[in-house]
């Protein structure tokens, strides 16, 4: 499904080189939901915006053979001047997806009524991240990547995003960052652990949840 | 063709129509982006470059009466305004493309080189309609347009705003990462236009002059509009493969500045 094949990437902040993975291969296999955990600052954004693609290794490669999100979490990638319709039908269009569908969908899911034809700059927080959840949704991709984004929108939005994971579990797999741990236990069958530029894989997401634990303390 | 040939040329099938997608969603995002939220702004897109033309051309000719070539100033104008607005407007708007755009990078399916070619052909596209508004509009008036060679005339502004968008391409990564590039770019494009003969006869200067200002690729496409105007003008001035290399120069530079620097760009 996404392979990384030897993949480095470092910052430099103020000549400070951080290394966020120091020479890693590893092999997401189609069928399987991973969950990936981390201390703080281990890297697991930029370790999914590499997995998406938005970003790329400064060495090695990573090989995209399905469709692939971009990694859902914040607002990013809407345009504040143009409407929630237009940025839809922007993404629908790029996507290759029916324009009216996909807007009907994310008019339901996100439930803005009719902010749908204000500027996204007009909106609230919590409206942002309910239309740009909903876009994700309304694009089939064959690998959701998502980064901490359990937590949008009260209870209610919360409860109607599980079960739109729950339909997508049967056709798509999911790679998920979260400090949820429930999250990650409910979603994923498999678990990373990064730390130190390294991946450690856990084939049950049990003992990943334990080792991410002994980090911790 | 057979089956395993058909299937083997599948995937950059399906990739140049994924890629015509994604250019075809950011034009119209364009369109309807820049100036305001409606359809219509894309007529200030085209009636923005078109006013500067035309305000130069009043100027120009209710300002000079004597001109050095010809007997029609508009003409003479005309020839040599129209090269710099071709030129200037898209390559700037290009330029832009990429910082203006940015954030559409954060969907990974659009790329740094789709947002730089979805600007430039919306650019060029527009430089088309430029151009025809404004020969249209000095019929209007009663001036008389109409080239000696036609074909001459149509393959000049082809190649203004190829070295348009070629200059834009390049410029459109420069500034990504280093800022600055947009000064630098207007004021390359003044020196230009101010060296291009658009107000004056090239072969009038003398020769160490002559010698410099050739090496203005804008020189040439002023020069070679000319040359469709002016039986026997061009006193072996012009040059059209210079400006056609020049542009594909920029052209080449600018994909490869785009392959080389493509995570930098990303990550910036």
């Known amino acids: 499904m996404i392979t990384v094949e030897n993949a480095h990437k470092y910052y430099r902040i103020n000549r400070l080189k951080k290394v966020v993975l120091r020479n890693v291969s590893f092999k997401f296999q189609a069928g399987r939901s991973y969950g990936i955990l981390g201390i703080n600052g281990a890297g697991k954004s930029t370790f999914m915006r590499l997995l998406s693609g938005t970003e790329l290794p400064n060495g090695g490669r990573i090989r995209r053979t399905v469709r692939v999100s971009w990694p859902l979490g914040f607002a990013g990638g809407l345009h504040p001047n143009m409407t929630g319709r237009d940025n839809v039908s922007f993404v629908a269009r790029a996507y290759g997806e029916n324009v009216r569908e996909t807007v009907e969908f994310v008019e339901d899911f996100a439930e803005v009524g009719p902010y749908m034809d204000a500027p996204v700059k007009t909106y609230s927080s919590g409206m942002v991240q309910r239309v740009a959840f909903g876009l994700s949704m309304a694009i089939n991709f064959d690998c959701y990547l998502i980064d901490e984004v359990m937590a949008v929108g009260d209870a209610r939005f919360q409860a109607r995003c599980k079960t739109e994971f729950e339909k997508r579990k049967k056709f798509s797999d999911i790679i998920m960052v979260s400090h949820g741990m429930d999250a990650i236990q409910t979603y994923c069958q498999e678990g990373i652990v990064l730390a130190g530029g390294e991946l450690h894989h856990f084939p049950k997401v049990a003992d990943a949840i334990e080792a991410y634990r002994l980090l911790n303390m | ?268």
């Open chain 2, 1 to 268: 063709m057979n089956s395993s040939a058909q299937h083997a040329l599948g995937p950059y099938r399906q990739a140049i129509q994924s890629q015509a997608r994604v250019i075809g969603a950011l034009m119209l995002r364009d369109m309807r982006t820049r100036f305001g939220r409606t359809f219509f702004g894309y007529l200030v897109i085209v009636g923005w470059p078109l006013s500067h033309l035309l305000m130069l051309m009043v100027i120009y000719t209710l300002t000079r009466s004597v001109i050095p070539i010809g007997t029609n100033a508009s003409v003479f104008f005309a020839t040599g305004v129209l090269p710099y607005i071709l030129c200037l407007y898209p390559s700037r708007m290009t330029l832009m493309s990429l910082v203006q755009n940015y954030p559409l990078l954060y969907f990974p399916i659009v790329k740094s080189l789709d947002v730089v070619l979805a600007r430039g052909l919306l650019e060029i596209i527009t430089a088309f309609w430029v151009t025809a508004i404004f020969c249209f509009l000095l019929v209007l008036f009663g001036i008389d347009i109409m080239p000696i060679h036609l074909e001459e005339a149509l393959l000049a502004v082809f190649a203004t705003i190829y070295l348009a968008f070629s200059l834009g391409f390049f410029g459109a990564l420069i500034y990504k990462v280093f800022r600055p590039w947009q000064i630098v770019h207007i004021i390359a494009m003044i020196v230009m236009y101010f060296c291009s003969g658009a107000l004056f006869l090239p072969s009038a200067l003398p020769d160490t002059v002559q010698y410099y200002i050739w090496f203005n690729p804008l020189l040439h496409s002023v020069e070679w509009l000319r040359s469709a105007y002016y039986d026997g003008y061009s006193y072996g001035l012009l040059s059209k493969p210079y400006l056609l290399g020049v542009s594909t120069a920029f052209l080449m530079a600018g994909l490869i500045a785009e392959r080389s620097m493509r995570g930098i760009i990303l990550q910036a």
